[in-house]
């Protein structure tokens, strides 16, 4: 038997009041919430040492000046200055920290020393504010709003996401275009990223895709610039940057360059 090319369902406006709105203001304020959470659960960081925040620094001066060498607002006397003291402090070594030799009989480091594990329990920490919320909201509507159909989309869409947005309604002649409650919940899952920037700000942690480092962190990746096997060689990196500083100075272009003409053609006087 044909379907009819669109179905009429007349739903009840206490579903739009009692359901639809009040789970949309539930994932809102549990994100927000989840954030500000999240702030609060994150470790202040860890104080380096002078010698590794000035290895770091100075590559990072360095990284600054080659950037900018297309269009410097350094003088070329001044830029070739920078460049050439630079090179040779990145090619002697002079801002490397010193290095720890370990003895012969020491073995590898141990993944569950205090860095390590402190860094573990901030990514188990991080996960659990994320999903937590996440499995007792779903339960909630799981158990009391299942079934439910809470609206229909304007727009029409293929059959592909019947799965998605009517998985917990077992009416396979249903049309794809209306909305369940449990999908209504997934779709605000992953769809209010864009509310939460306007909320949060750009860096925020509301939605669960955002909070990569306490991915990192529990996978032993999450430990930044601490000592470890994944802690990037200086030496190499020093050597490196002295090739591209070298490569930058036939990139450069003095801002100022032919400064007068180009004021006077602006006001027409050349």
């Known amino acids: 038997m044909a379907l009819k090319a669109e179905q009429d369902l007349y739903l009840d406006p206490s579903i739009r009041d009692w359901v639809l709105i ?33 290895e770091q620094r100075a590559l990072g001066r360095a990284v600054l000046l080659r950037n900018s060498a297309p269009l410097s607002p350094l003088h070329p006397a001044q ?120 909320i949060l700000g750009s860096n925020n942690s509301a939605v669960d895709t955002r909070d990569l480092s306490a991915m990192a962190s529990l996978s032993g990746a999450g430990g930044g610039m601490m000592g470890g096997p994944g802690q990037p060689d200086m030496t190499k990196l020093f050597k490196s940057e002295v090739e591209n500083l070298a490569l930058a100075e036939g990139m450069y272009k003095w801002v100022g360059e032919g400064i007068e003409d180009r004021v006077l053609k602006s006001w027409d006087k050349l």
């Open 79 to 198: 830029y070739r200055s920078f460049s050439t003291s630079f090179a040779s402090a990145l090619a002697s070594g002079e801002y490397l920290k010193p290095v720890v030799k370990k003895a012969d009989d020491e073995g590898p480091a141990n993944p569950f020393d205090n860095g390590q594990m402190d860094n573990m329990m901030d990514g188990m920490k991080k996960q659990g504010v994320m999903m937590v919320p996440n499995m007792v909201i779903m339960q909630y509507i799981n158990v009391f709003f299942s079934g439910f159909v809470l609206m229909r989309l304007p727009f029409p869409l293929t059959a592909g996401f019947k799965s998605l947005l009517s998985r917990d309604i077992p009416m396979p002649d249903l049309d794809v275009r209306w909305v369940s409650a449990l999908s209504w919940y997934f779709l605000n899952l992953f769809g209010l990223n864009g509310v939460f920037k306007l």
């Open 22 to 54: 009040p789970i949309t203001l539930i994932m809102v304020l549990v994100g927000v919430l989840r954030h500000y959470v999240t702030l609060l659960l994150n470790s202040p960081p860890k104080k380096q040492p002078a010698a590794a925040v000035r």
